[in-house]
């Protein structure tokens, strides 16, 4: 019988092992995450942070490609 495995767990793991983040000098991440886009690049979201407030933005690649 095959056990039981914590399938959340193990993709959470999955997902951490397999992501990057990259800081700039100008205090901007860059976070890129094991997904793929519509053109088989792997999704990257940039994250400011300013004060008490983040901004996440992928540079405009969801809308431009819906376009």
């Excluded at 993709?11 to 890129?32: A, C, Q």
């Amino acid at each position: 019988m095959l056990q039981q495995l914590d399938f959340k767990t193990e993709y959470l793991n999955w997902i951490k092992s397999n992501m990057e983040i990259v800081s700039s000098t100008s205090g901007t991440f860059r976070l890129t995450a094991p997904f793929l886009d519509i053109d088989n690049d792997f999704v990257e979201i940039y994250i400011n942070h300013s004060g008490d407030k983040l901004l996440l933005t992928d540079g405009g690649e969801t809308i431009s490609n819906l376009e």
